[in-house]
């Protein structure tokens, strides 16, 4: 999914968000909303570890250019080809750890409000368009299984 429609959906959701919990105030927000977009760090970091730069703007074109191509192919052929990227942030490890943290801080409960929007997102676009359901679930397991299908 584009990050303007994260940005937008997750401006849509934070807003009803404080609409029916009005005591989260700006603050509370703020961070649902920005954690429902910058989650997706994980994807130019990946990029930036691969391609060896750090280019934003170079990230994102080349993540276009790769999901316009796989979106040209048959569904069939998408679920058949879909490849793994790992996104540390995508996983459920990220949410455990932030339910611990969430007794700790509100802040970690909001960033956890967010993500968890952003994976709910992610997961319907993944299942319309075929893409890889290894961006959800467990990050550790897909790495590890990853590696084991390199050797």
């Known amino acids: ?15 009803i968000f404080l609409a029916i919990f009005p005591n989260i105030g700006i603050f509370g ?7 429902s977009i910058f989650i997706d760090v994980d994807h130019y970091l990946y990029y930036a570890y691969t391609r060896n730069s750090w280019s934003l703007k170079e990230a994102y074109n080349w993540f276009i250019k790769k999901s316009n191509a796989f979106l040209e192919m048959s ?12 996104c540390i942030f995508h ?3 990220m949410i455990l750890i932030l339910i611990v943290l969430s007794f700790l801080s509100k802040i970690f409960l909001f960033i956890l409000i967010g993500i968890v929007f952003h994976q709910l997102l992610d997961f319907i676009h ?7 359901l290894n961006h959800i679930g ?5 790495i590890l299984n990853y590696r084991k299908q390199k050797n």
């Open 75 to 86: 569904y069939e052929k998408r679920i058949k080809n879909a490849k793994f990227v790992p």
């Open 126 to 132: 993944i299942e319309y368009y075929g893409f890889s």
């Open 91 to 93: 996983g459920i490890e």
């Open 29 to 35: 927000f703020i961070i649902i909303w920005f954690s």
């Open 1 to 15: 999914m584009l990050p303007k429609t994260h940005a937008i959906l997750g401006l849509v959701f934070s807003l």
């Open 138 to 142: 467990s990050q550790t397991y897909n």
